[in-house]
């Protein structure tokens, strides 16, 4: 689906756009069966070693999943894309309808950006969760990339609603410049002295649709206080020239209109450079802020 020129203004206008029906079943059932195995082999695991009484089998995924974590939450750890490196998670990183969203910002060069993450944020009543706190995403990263545009695309994999913890965003606030980020121990933060007086906006967003972030909106995450997990991609793309952010993790030419010999969509090599990538780059200094 290509967006509207009124989509793609609102989106410059206010530094954020909410998108719906997007992806189908056919783009988001082979991410979660792949996670939904992962996780059971190592609920099975884990029962072997005595860690874990209860399998929970029984139960629809995100349910287990939380009932799981009670238990033992080492489950939930190394989850992330780089970590689990799954065969269907590599090939929705590059899905052509997520691609499609991003050329209406960042052009026909795209690269997709190290800096992303799978979360699967627990029921903050059951673990003490703390939801993301409010953060600009260019905060993350190494000061080279301050002078360009990234695009960042949320995508929940339930619908996110205000209970289960879905985003809110500042309107507007991509105007207002890089704002100081301090170290929580949920993740850097701009503290509420930094942030521009704006009334943030909630975003429930169905499975199916996606949030886009301009680089520099402040956002955040509601605390999930239903029983269930909530759990989302946010994925990053921009033009393949710019800097990443993030320059000891490899990046990924997934669409080039100009030079489609050049692109990087080999499931192996992309296995191989994250492998070589988080051994080389332990004790490598992620960001910016002290
Ligand atoms: O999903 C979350 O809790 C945070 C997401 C986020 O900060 C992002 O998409 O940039
Ligand atoms: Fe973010």
Same mark, same amino acid.
């Given at each position: ?67 799981l ?27 052509p ?16 950006? #190290? ?45 996110a ?19 100081? *980020? ?8 701009? #503290? ?7 009334? #943030?906006m909630?975003?429930?967003v *169905? ?35 710019? #800097? ?13 209109r ?33």
């Amino acid at each position: 689906m290509h967006l509207t020129p009124a989509q793609i203004e609102s989106f410059h206008e206010k530094g954020y756009l909410a998108v719906e029906g997007i992806l189908g079943p056919e783009d988001l059932q082979p991410v979660e069966d792949e996670y939904a195995r992962l996780i059971d082999e190592r609920a099975r695991q884990l029962q072997a070693q005595g860690k874990l009484k209860d399998l929970h089998a029984d139960q629809p995924f995100l349910r287990r999943l939380a009932l799981l974590a009670a238990q033992a939450p080492e489950i939930a750890g190394n989850l992330d894309i780089m970590q689990a490196r799954g065969p269907a998670t590599f090939n929705f990183l590059k899905n052509p309808k997520i691609l499609d969203l991003a050329e209406s910002f960042v052009g026909g060069e795209i690269v997709c950006n #190290p800096i992303q993450h799978i979360r699967a944020t627990m029921p903050h009543r059951q673990t003490g969760t703390q939801p993301t706190p409010w953060h600009q995403d260019i905060g993350v990263c190494w000061p080279d990339v301050d002078p360009y545009f990234m695009l960042t695309v949320w995508i929940p994999l339930v619908d996110a609603t205000v209970e289960n913890g879905c985003l809110e965003v500042l309107p507007d606030s991509h105007r207002h410049g890089l704002k100081r *980020h301090a170290s929580t121990p949920h993740g850097l933060e701009v #503290p509420a002295e930094e942030r521009p007086a704006i009334e #943030p906006m909630p975003i429930p967003v *169905h499975r199916g649709g996606a949030i886009l972030f301009h680089n520099y909106t402040l956002h955040h995450a509601r605390p999930n206080v239903s029983d269930q997990v909530r759990w989302s991609f946010d994925l990053r793309y921009h033009d393949v020239y710019q #800097p990443t952010g993030r320059p000891f993790y490899p990046a990924f030419l997934f669409r080039s209109r100009q030079r489609p010999a050049a692109l990087e969509t080999d499931y192996g090599a992309w296995c191989r450079r994250w492998e070589f990538a988080l051994e080389a780059s332990k004790g490598a200094k992620f960001y910016r802020w002290s």
